[in-house]
């Protein structure tokens, strides 16, 4: 039997997710952090990994904690996922990305970004494409968030898109 339902792309399935209307389900507080990914991820570049494969790791994952926070239990909890500075990784580009993924959000939902990712420290000296092929590198300088760019960080508007 062949499929005949509707493929959709995962910006759709965002758009229509953001769409539902949301309600608080359970306070339960925040259960990951920045901080806590930080320190994962420090573990992970110190056995080798790839700055690519830590991103993966540490702001995507964080990115997860966070829209999870929100649906669960709305735009404060969800800040609380970046009320704890995280430590230094090891990596700069990490570092920064931590700081671009806390202002973007709060600019996104309407809330203040936390006091550290405002530290200059945590910028790219010259120009990171995390993890973006070189096919893609004009893209990601065009459509980078602000955030990104700001620090030096250069991703495709998909990039930040998770299923």
């Known amino acids: 039997?062949?499929?005949?339902?509707?493929v959709l792309s995962v910006d759709e399935l965002r758009r229509r997710s953001?769409?539902?209307?949301?309600?608080?389900v359970?306070?339960?507080g925040v259960r990951h952090t920045a901080a806590g990914n930080a320190a994962r991820i420090t573990d992970l570049l110190r056995a080798g990994e790839s700055a690519a494969a830590a991103w993966r790791f540490g702001i995507l994952q964080t990115l997860d904690d966070y829209r999870s926070s929100l649906r669960r239990a709305g735009t404060t909890a969800a800040a609380d996922v970046f009320a704890d500075e995280p430590a230094?990784?090891?990596?700069?580009?990490?570092?920064?990305?931590?700081?671009?993924?806390a202002e973007h959000l709060a600019a996104a939902d309407a809330w203040t970004?936390?006091?550290?990712?405002?530290?200059?420290?945590?910028?790219?000296?010259?120009?990171w494409f995390a993890t973006t092929p070189a096919l893609f590198r004009d893209e990601a300088?065009?459509?980078?968030?602000?955030?990104?760019?700001k620090?030096?960080?250069f991703i495709t508007r998909y990039a930040l898109s998770r299923a």
Do not use: H
């Open 113 to 127: 970004p936390p006091a550290w990712a405002a530290d200059t420290a945590r910028t790219v000296p010259g120009q």
């Open 151 to 153: 620090r030096g960080i």
């Open 1 to 6: 039997m062949a499929y005949r339902g509707e």
């Open 18 to 24: 953001d769409a539902q209307p949301r309600g608080v």
């Open 26 to 28: 359970a306070n339960i």
């Open 141 to 149: 300088v065009a459509d980078s968030p602000p955030a990104f760019r």
């Open 88 to 101: 230094p990784t090891g990596s700069r580009e990490l570092d920064a990305a931590f700081a671009a993924l």
